[in-house]
């Protein structure tokens, strides 16, 4: 579903690049891009000399916030891609997942790690996050990999 979103920054660029990844903001709910759908939210991370981004993202599927909603199958073919240096067992996936406890924690351990991971999980079909968050109106929303974000300016 293609949606408009908005990004607050105080860096100037054309394009979106993993390498910039918190390097002006927390990346506390995870490793990705932090979009809204309001544009006054926005404005507030450009503060006074900042620039405002309007960007076009197909959403796709969400990873959760709150639990692991990815299948064992899902998970498997992550860790098979992304963990060479181990053997993946269902007992390997099966800590993974008591261990980190959400969709965005494990992407975040692996975006940590490779830097590459994004791409991965948006061509199986997830390339966001939403937070929630009851002191504001509207969600932010965590966009995992760069290619999925066209860049109005």
Do not use: W
């Not at 261990?99 to 351990?109: K, N, P, R």
Request: include cysteine; hydrophobic fraction near 35%.
């Amino acid at each position: 579903m293609e949606t408009t979103l908005y990004h607050g920054s105080r860096m100037c660029f054309a394009k979106f690049d993993e390498k910039f990844i918190g390097k002006t903001n927390s990346v506390s709910f995870g490793r990705g891009f932090y979009f809204t759908p309001n544009k006054e939210k926005a404005l507030k991370y450009c503060r006074n000399d900042g620039y405002l981004y309007e960007c076009v993202v197909d959403l796709k599927k969400p990873l959760s916030q709150k639990k692991i909603t990815l299948s064992d199958t899902e998970l498997y073919e992550i860790f098979f891609v992304f963990e060479t240096r181990i053997s993946i067992t269902q007992e390997y996936i099966e800590k993974v997942k008591e261990y980190l406890e959400t969709d965005i924690g494990i992407f975040s351990m692996l975006q940590e790690e490779t830097g590459k991971i994004g791409k991965f999980y948006s061509k199986i079909g997830y390339n966001y996050s939403v937070v929630e968050d009851p002191n504001e109106v509207d969600a932010s929303y965590i966009i995992l990999n760069c290619e999925d974000i066209i860049n109005r300016a």
